[in-house]
C-alpha cells in the first residue's frame, strides 16, 4: 500500500505570512495527488486535485505544486480563515486512496 | 445542488455491527463513486472505501475482512457495513462523492458521529 507523508504535522503562522506543507509519497503516484481544508467541527473540503489544479471557488492564493513522489501545497498571504487542518490524498491509479497523517496551521 | 446526508446509529456495542446510509442528491449514482472516509476523534483523516458507478468496490486492505460498501441506485443510498466493531472504530464517518475518472473527493457530507461502547 501506498504511504502519504505529510510534513510539519503542526504549523504556526501569522496573518499575511506564506506557508508550504509538504506531501511525499511512497511510491510514483504521477501527479494523484489531492488536497483537502478541514476546520475545526467541519467536513473535509477540495482545495486541489491532480497535484496542481484549484477546485472551484478556491483562492487564487493557494497553489498546488509537485509529481511522482514529492508535492506541496503553498499558501500566499495567510487569511484569518485559512486556518485550520490540511490533508494530502492520492487519488488515483491504485485500489486505495490514502491520505497523509494531516497538518494543523494554527495562528502565531 | 450537490448534498450527500449520513444517518447512522450513534451507539454501537462492542462485537456488534454498524450500518450507515449515505442520502446523496445533485448527482446520479450510476454516474459517479462515493467514497467512505472516518475521523477518529482529535485525529486524521482515513479512507474506508469507494462504490464506484458501475458497483464496484474498493476497500481499505486492513478493513476488507470487516467493510462491505453496497448502494441503492433507484433511492439514491450507498451504505456502508462494518462488523465486529471495535472501541477503535469510534469516529465520524463521512461519505463524500468521487470525481468520476480521478476519484478526488470533491462534496462530502456532514459525517455521522460513532460511539462503540458497552
Known amino acids: 500500500d501506498i504511504q502519504m507523508t505529510q510534513s510539519p504535522a503542526s504549523l504556526s503562522a501569522s496573518v499575511g505570512e506564506t506557508v508550504t506543507i509538504t506531501c511525499r509519497a511512497s511510491?510514483?503516484?504521477?501527479?494523484?495527488l489531492a488536497w483537502y481544508q478541514q476546520k475545526q467541527g467541519k467536513s473535509p473540503q477540495l482545495l486541489v486535485y491532480n497535484a496542481k489544479t484549484l477546485a472551484e471557488g478556491v483562492p487564487s492564493r493557494f497553489s498546488g505544486s509537485g509529481s511522482g513522489t514529492q508535492f506541496s501545497l503553498k499558501i500566499n498571504s495567510l487569511q484569518p480563515e485559512d486556518f485550520g487542518s490540511y490533508y494530502c490524498q492520492h487519488h488515483y491509479g491504485t485500489p486505495m486512496y490514502t491520505f497523509g497523517g494531516g497538518t494543523k496551521l494554527e495562528i502565531k | 445542488q450537490v448534498q450527500l446526508k449520513e444517518s447512522g446509529p450513534g451507539l454501537v456495542a462492542p462485537s456488534q455491527s454498524l450500518s450507515i446510509t449515505c442520502t446523496v442528491s445533485g448527482f446520479s449514482l450510476t454516474s459517479y463513486g462515493v467514497s467512505w472516509v472516518r475521523q477518529p476523534p482529535g485525529k486524521g483523516l482515513e479512507w474506508l472505501g469507494v462504490i464506484w458507478g458501475d458497483g464496484s468496490t474498493n476497500y481499505h486492505s486492513a478493513l476488507i475482512s470487516r467493510l462491505s460498501i453496497s448502494k441503492d441506485n433507484s433511492k439514491s443510498q450507498v451504505f456502508l457495513k462494518l462488523n465486529s466493531l471495535q472501541t477503535d472504530d469510534t469516529a465520524t464517518y463521512y461519505c463524500?462523492?468521487?470525481?468520476?475518472?480521478?476519484?478526488?473527493?470533491?462534496?462530502w457530507g456532514q459525517g455521522t458521529t460513532l460511539t462503540v461502547s458497552s
Open positions: 511510491e510514483n503516484i504521477y501527479s494523484y
Open positions: 463524500a462523492k468521487s470525481d468520476h475518472y480521478y476519484g478526488y473527493l470533491d462534496y
